[in-house]
């Protein structure tokens, strides 16, 4: 027969070990059952009036709205990119400088209009009012990258410049 004394290890110690293990393990089971407790009361409350049936419904129902909020997504992304490429043509910058243009003390009439779009293209409408019966004379000069194709006066040069720093 085996004895711990044999070992140099008493027995009280032994049985002092043993009943600190238990107590630990008791300790262990009663917290266990009370969170057991609290997962099957909140089981309960999820599946208040519900069945299986009706929850495998209702998750479905959820997955399928999923699905909708998803297609309708890809359609807004595939608008918001349509909006996008059409916006990168439009008029975004402009300037508009009024001048005398032949400085006979007629006021202001005539102008300078530069639209450009994001990527500085665009155009510079130059209309010139005369005091004589001629009367107005309307000027239109392409813009592509910055930069007129053709020369520019003085109001027509102001106008472009201050459109690209808009």
């Known amino acids: 027969m085996f004895h711990w004394s044999s070992l140099g290890i008493e027995i009280d110690l032994v049985t002092l070990i043993l009943a600190g293990m238990v107590l630990l393990l008791l300790i262990l089971v009663i917290a266990l059952f009370a969170k057991s ?20 419904d209702s998750f479905q129902r959820k997955f399928e709205n999923m699905d909708f909020i998803n297609a309708k997504l890809s359609e807004i992304d ?44 665009g155009f510079i409408m130059n209309t010139v009012h005369s005091n004589s019966t001629e009367g107005y004379f309307c000027y239109l000069k392409e813009v592509r990258n910055g930069s007129a194709l053709l020369e520019l006066a003085e109001e027509e040069q102001r106008a472009l410049e201050e459109a690209l720093v808009k």
């Open 37 to 56: 407790s609290g997962m099957k009361k909140r089981l309960a409350a999820f599946m208040n009036g519900s069945d299986g049936k009706s929850l495998e």
């Open 78 to 121: 595939g608008r918001l990119n349509g909006i996008d490429r059409n916006l990168l043509q439009t008029f975004q910058r402009y300037s508009i400088i009024k001048y005398d243009a032949f400085q006979a003390g007629g006021g202001q009439l005539s102008f300078v209009i530069c639209m450009l779009t994001k990527d500085d293209n």
